[in-house]
Structure formats: structure tokens, C-alpha cells
């Protein structure tokens, strides 16, 4: 298997919701990220797992909460959002230490 | 956070022409790679030039890099419609995982 699958594809979302995003890949990679995405933008870094622990948090507001399970699974949970954090949320991963990315499709998140 | 820039912004060809995008970035580099973005999708990696290469071929793609003027470029030969997507490249500085990007060009391939 040499994707990564990322669900829901959709998710509309109201401001005191409590939603998650899920991203699983069986590539045995050990390394998983989350970015966002604006449109027109690149991708912005939002966490690093590497080896199951969180290794890279760039500044992300608390209400963005990542969590790794294992080695395949990478969840990001969200409470209490804001209308700007509508973005395409996209998940990766990597062999440790190798710099090549493979991204899953993303989540188009609406805040309402 | 964006250390280079890409030119151009956007780039519309005629199926079957080639098209060149250019990516620059500031500091020194360990890679630096081109990624894929279909409208709305996830990136798709495409090719990786290491900075002590200068010149590197994936089939229909050519990239070549230019460490001295820290500049990268990405043609993508005989163009088809399914090229039709926006093209970002990233550098990779220390190694801790974080990708550098540029801001995309926006390529158009019209039938």
C-alpha cells in the first residue's frame, strides 16, 4: 500500500464543535505531519510526529490538538475553531530521516 | 514558512509546448524537490535534486539546480493537458523534517 488516505474528504463544522481529522498510511513510514493549506498558498507546516512522538510544533493555536495512536495513524482534533481556520488540511508522511513527502488528498474543512 | 519564490506565477501553454518554472531560494540547501498539486488535491512528489547535482531527468521532466545563484528549474517537456496544476518546490535546510516552500506557479495546458 503506497498511499495515504485521509477522511473525512469533507467537513462542515460549526465554532463550538468538537470534530476530527484522520490520516493513515502503511507505508511504514515513521515520520507523519499536518499542514494547512489556504487557497493560492502553499502548504504550511502545522506538526511533525517522528517515531510516534511529536517532534515539530509550529505555533499552532491549542485548539488544533494533534495525536499519534501508532505508527500509522495520525489524528488532529479540533475544538472551538474559527471561520479563518477553513483551509484544505493535509496530511504526510515520510521515511524517518528522508526528505521525500507523500501526501494524502486532504480535508476541505468549512467553519461556520 | 516560505523561504523561496517561484516565477512564474502562472504560466498558460498550448498542449504539446514546453513549459519552464523557476524556483529560488536564500540560504544554503541539503535538496530540493518539485511537488504536484492537482485543484484542491494533496501534492504528489515528482523529483528530487540533491545540491551537489545539477541536473536530474524523470521522464517527461527535466530539473536543474544552480547552487551558485541558488536557483532551481523544472521543464516539463511536450506538454499535456493532465499537466494542467500547480507546481511547488521545497528545500529542505537542516534535517528535522521541515520543508521550505515556494510560493506555486499556477500551469495551464489549453487544448
Given amino acids: ?112 | 514558512s516560505q523561504q523561496g519564490e517561484e516565477d512564474p506565477q502562472a504560466l498558460s501553454i498550448q498542449e504539446g509546448e514546453n513549459a519552464t518554472m523557476n524556483c529560488s531560494y536564500k540560504t544554503s540547501i541539503n535538496n530540493l524537490q518539485w511537488y504536484r498539486q492537482n485543484s484542491g488535491r494533496g501534492l504528489v512528489h515528482l523529483i528530487l535534486i540533491r545540491s551537489n547535482e545539477r541536473e536530474k531527468h524523470s521522464g517527461r521532466l527535466r530539473v536543474t539546480l544552480d547552487t551558485s545563484k541558488k536557483s532551481s528549474s523544472l521543464l516539463i517537456t511536450a506538454s499535456r493537458a493532465a499537466d494542467t496544476a500547480s507546481y511547488f518546490c521545497a528545500t529542505d535546510v537542516e534535517s528535522n523534517y521541515q520543508l521550505i516552500w515556494g510560493a506555486g506557479t499556477k500551469l495551464i495546458i489549453k487544448p
Fill in chain 1, 1 to 112: 500500500d503506497t498511499e495515504v488516505t485521509q477522511t473525512p474528504k469533507h467537513l462542515v463544522m460549526g465554532m463550538t464543535n468538537k470534530k476530527s481529522l484522520k490520516c493513515e498510511q502503511h507505508m511504514g513510514h515513521r515520520a507523519m505531519y499536518w499542514y494547512k493549506q489556504k487557497a493560492k498558498k502553499p502548504p504550511e507546516l502545522m506538526f511533525v510526529y517522528s517515531y510516534e512522538k511529536l517532534s515539530i510544533n509550529e505555533s499552532v493555536p491549542s485548539r488544533f490538538s494533534p495525536e499519534c495512536p501508532n505508527s500509522s495513524l495520525l489524528n488532529l482534533h479540533l475544538h472551538a475553531l474559527q471561520p479563518e481556520d477553513s483551509a484544505l488540511y493535509l496530511c504526510a508522511s515520510s521515511q524517518a530521516g528522508q526528505p521525500e513527502q507523500f501526501f494524502g488528498p486532504g480535508t476541505r474543512l468549512t467553519v461556520l
